[in-house]
Nanobody, 123 residues
Framework: VQLQASGGGLVQPGGSLRLSCAASGFTLEDYAIAWFRQAPGKEREFVAGASWSGGVTYYADSVKGRFTIYRDDAKNTVYLQMNSLKPEDTAVYFC?????????????????WGQGTLVTVSS
């Protein structure tokens, strides 16, 4: 099981960015996938998650209505579309997977992690 995150960069407040998490070695349908982020000096926090076998997505209150998690089966890739970005969204973003299909919000429940991708929201 491998996850490869990409798509980070510098964006102005109010802008949009799409992060990608390419999965290999497993089928997305069988796993729960989540995005976490970690800002400097802060704990890693849950952002969004999905369990497609159950048709469930879940978002942190801080991003609800602005971020969307979705997948492309043909590419075995999960995306995090981020709109209306704010400076407080600045962080390193990580994708994670777990074989069970629930979507916990604590990092210790996820056994597989991709490397981080940095998102900076600044004018």
């Amino acid at each position: 099981v491998q996850l490869q995150a990409s798509g980070g960069g510098l964006v102005q407040p109010g802008g949009s960015l799409r992060l990608s998490c390419a999965a290999s070695g497993f089928t997305l349908e069988d796993y729960a996938i989540a995005w976490f982020r970690q800002a400097p000096g802060k704990e890693r926090e849950f952002v969004a998650g999905a369990s497609w076998s159950g048709g469930v997505t879940y978002y942190a209150d801080s991003v609800k209505g602005r971020f969307t998690i979705y997948r492309d089966d043909a590419k075995n890739t999960v995306y995090l579309q981020m709109n209306s970005l704010k400076p407080e969204d600045t962080a390193v973003y990580f994708c994670a997977a777990r074989i069970l299909r629930t979507i916990p919000t604590t990092r210790d429940q996820y056994g597989y992690w991709g490397q981080g991708t940095l998102v900076t929201v600044s004018s």
